[in-house]
């Protein structure tokens, strides 16, 4: 739910949402943390290709390039964006929150 209104957000600034390839490190977070209590999403966006790894020399350069910082900014937007979807649509945090109650039930 929250991830599909951040996608929404995110295609229209021209940038496309990312998979990893198989066996790309990506390393860990807290997002799990978070996400037990609260609706969360956890995006991850291309800057390179999607078979580079982020803990890299190759992804420090491109984040500092130009085009790092298109994508930053997008990102930055669309996450803003969903944020005014949820706070000014009472219908879809409804929904995120429902979702959340049934990850929880499920034990996700």
Same mark, same amino acid.
């Given at each position: ?38 609706? #969360?999403?956890?995006?991850?966006? !291309?800057?390179?290709?999607? %078979?580079?790894?982020?803990? /890299?020399?190759?992804? +420090? =350069? &491109? ?10 900014? #997008?990102?930055?937007?669309?996450? !803003?964006?969903?944020?005014? %979807?949820?706070?000014?649509? /009472?219908?879809?945090? +409804? =929904? &995120? ?12």
């Amino acid at each position: 739910m929250l991830s599909d209104r951040f996608g929404l957000h995110l295609t229209r600034a021209g940038i496309r949402l990312a998979q990893p390839a198989d066996g790309v490190f990506l390393g860990s977070s807290d997002i799990g943390d978070v996400s037990s209590r609260a609706p #969360a999403i956890h995006p991850i966006v !291309a800057i390179l290709g999607d %078979d580079t790894s982020d803990h /890299t020399l190759v992804f +420090a =350069r &491109a984040v500092a390039s130009e085009r790092g910082r298109e994508v930053i900014l #997008a990102v930055a937007g669309a996450l !803003a964006c969903t944020a005014v %979807d949820v706070l000014s649509d /009472t219908d879809i945090a +409804a =929904r &995120a929150w429902a979702r959340q109650q049934e990850k929880a039930a499920a034990g996700l």
